[in-house]
């Protein structure tokens, strides 16, 4: 398997743009995360799947994100529309399960500079 | 709410030593705790998890210790090399929450020195 990958790796994008981040999951995996990490802040969960389902999106900043899982393989996070506040590195992982027997595999991530 | 502290956020170290790292949290005990790498641009690599009623694992050259009274893990690197240069991020699953938060620190930064 090829892990998780994310498109783009970087986007440099003007405020008010909307922006999507794109997230392929390691098949078979039934949870999907979506993170934010910066340096003031570090590693942030934002939302998460479990069989493409949202489970709980508490993380989400504010209603200019929003995230899908339209099937096993492929969730998208937006930011419609963006500000400067929201430049950082943006993850997704995949987990098979929760709980003690959980190891989420990253990507690459994608860095997002809004100008 | 839970918070996490790694000891600091740069850590430098002669090869051949052994690094410890520390992760303190307060408020509840979590149910596991886990240590990831992260390199520069990649996204972070997970290495261990602890359960709440262990006291140690290990890993090859790694161990992991977690002491519930101190509110405290321990990352050891023995036998150091300087390819475990990296930045290390220890994260906490607390029991008992509404939803799942896996809730991370904001790292250490390990420099290995030859």
């Known amino acids: 398997d090829a892990g998780v990958i994310q498109s783009p790796r970087h986007e440099v994008t003007e405020m008010g743009q909307e922006v999507t981040l794109r997230c392929k999951p390691i098949s078979g995996h039934d949870y999907l995360f979506w993170y934010r990490q910066t340096m003031m802040r570090g590693l942030e969960l934002l939302i998460y799947?479990?069989?493409?389902?949202?489970?709980?999106d508490s993380g989400m900043p504010e209603d200019r994100f929003s995230a899908k899982m339209p099937n096993a393989s492929f969730s998208t996070l937006k930011i419609q529309p963006s500000e400067p506040r929201d430049s950082a590195v943006y993850f997704c992982?995949?987990?098979?399960?929760?709980?003690?027997?959980?190891?989420?595999?990253f990507g690459p991530g994608t860095r997002l500079l809004v100008l | 709410s839970q918070k996490i502290e790694q000891n600091s956020e740069a850590l430098n170290i002669q090869e051949g030593k052994t690094a410890t790292l520390t992760c303190n949290y307060t408020n509840y005990s979590p149910a596991y705790l886990q240590w990831y790498r992260q390199d520069p641009g990649r996204g972070p690599v997970f290495l261990l998890l602890?359960?709440?009623?262990?006291k140690e694992k290990r890993k090859e050259r790694l161990k992991v210790t977690f002491d519930t009274t101190l509110k405290q893990s321990l990352f050891h690197i023995t036998a150091s090399q300087p390819a475990d240069s990296a930045t290390y991020l220890c994260a906490l699953r607390y029991s008992g929450a509404g939803s799942y938060q896996l809730t991370f620190g904001k790292g250490t930064k390990l420099s290995v020195i030859p």
């Open positions: 799947f479990n069989n493409n389902v949202p489970i709980d």
């Open positions: 602890i359960r709440e009623n262990e």
């Open positions: 992982a995949s987990s098979w399960a929760l709980g003690v027997r959980e190891t989420q595999y």
